[in-house]
């Protein structure tokens, strides 16, 4: 079992910054990859940025540049750290692991982009 919780949303305005968290239950070594999805309303999820155990990251086009995951082991916490924030970031923020051949979701974060 493995339980993910993400926090960090919040309200932005466009050209801010806004860092997501996602906590998990177990070590980051646990999970070969983890990633971070977003919702915005009336389309599909979509990935926005992976790490895996070994560091390798991975971007969506659209945030390449602007947006920047990252781990803090001691913490079993991945990042995304989010810059130069454009209305159309706006969504709800899904963090993902799989695990013994099952994927985990946490609850998502909504975030905000508006002046």
């Known amino acids: 079992q493995v339980q993910l919780v993400e926090s960090g949303g919040g309200l932005a305005q466009p050209g801010g910054s806004l860092r997501l968290s996602c906590a998990a239950s177990?070590?980051?070594?646990?999970?070969?990859?983890m990633r971070w999805y977003r919702q915005a309303p009336g389309k599909q999820r979509e990935l926005v940025a992976d790490?895996?155990?070994?560091?390798?990251?991975n971007y969506a086009d659209s945030v390449k540049g602007r947006f920047t995951i990252s781990r803090a082991n001691a913490k079993n916490t991945v990042l995304l750290q989010m810059n130069n924030l454009k209305p159309e970031d706006t969504a709800v923020y899904y963090c993902n692991a799989d695990y013994v051949n099952l994927s985990y979701w946490g609850q998502g974060t909504q975030v905000t982009v508006s002046s």
């Open positions: 790490i895996t155990s070994g560091g390798n990251t």
């Open positions: 177990r070590s980051f070594f646990t999970f070969n990859i």
